[in-house]
């Protein structure tokens, strides 16, 4: 079985892994919501917080069984950290090609990744199946302290409760199990699939001072691919 796996909070990785199952013929597939874990062929497209790979992406990994398997990095601002090196020495899976995509930011209204023509490369190497050693990257030394807390200074989720009829759907699918009825626990790294799930827009988001600066800088937009 080929599939292409993406864990998706806000779309963005959801879109590029729904552009790789249309040219490959994979069946795509949310990790969040499968219970296969046993493939030939893997593509898994996943987001970069605060220059790590989330916690849910590492569970699905240590259970992965995959002949083959590509990663796709996505990543919203300055930088994509040293993750798929990461993903490398940690996990024990043949990684045929790996890519550091600049998508649309959670936080900000700006363009969607749509420069799928660079992906050529990586698609081509599923055809083609050869081990890649993916290389270190530069990663800020502060990435590992407190990730969690840092997102969660930077940003608050405000609830409109004239809006929230307590339905319990962000409750229900937050993969981080961070919130309850809107309001979001020491669990949360601010993906914003709550914000982007909530049926009554009753969830906003209120950008401190730091985070603000953060993201008046210049945003990089490097596409790497490994293959």
């Known amino acids: ?17 729904e552009y790789i199952s249309a040219q490959t013929g994979y069946g795509v597939y949310d990790i969040t919501q499968t219970e296969q874990f046993t493939y030939e062929n893997a593509v898994i497209v996943f987001p970069v917080y605060c220059q790590n790979v ?65 992906l050529a490369p990586l698609l081509n190497k599923l055809n083609a199946p050869v081990t890649v050693k993916i290389p270190r990257s530069r990663k800020n030394p502060f990435a590992n302290f407190t990730p969690k807390f840092r997102s969660q200074i930077g940003c608050k989720i405000v609830k409109d409760a004239t809006l929230c009829n307590n339905c319990g759907k962000c409750t229900e699918t937050c993969p981080e199990q961070a919130i309850n009825c809107g309001v979001p626990n020491k669990k949360c790294i601010r993906c914003m699939h709550c914000v982007e799930t909530c049926p009554n827009k009753a969830l906003q988001i209120l950008l401190k001072q730091p985070m603000k600066k953060y993201l008046s800088k210049q945003k990089i937009n490097k596409t790497v691919i490994y293959v």
């Open 1 to 17: 079985m080929n599939a292409v796996l993406y864990y998706s909070n806000t779309g963005e990785s959801k879109r590029i892994a």
């Open 54 to 118: 989330p916690k849910t992406v590492c569970k699905f990994l240590s259970q992965l069984s995959a002949r083959h398997l590509a990663l796709i990095a996505t990543y919203g601002k300055m930088g994509y950290g040293n993750v798929l090196n990461e993903i490398q020495r940690k996990f024990n899976h043949d990684i045929i090609a790996g890519a550091y995509i600049p998508a649309k930011h959670a936080y900000l209204n700006e363009p969607r990744f749509d420069a799928f023509d660079l």
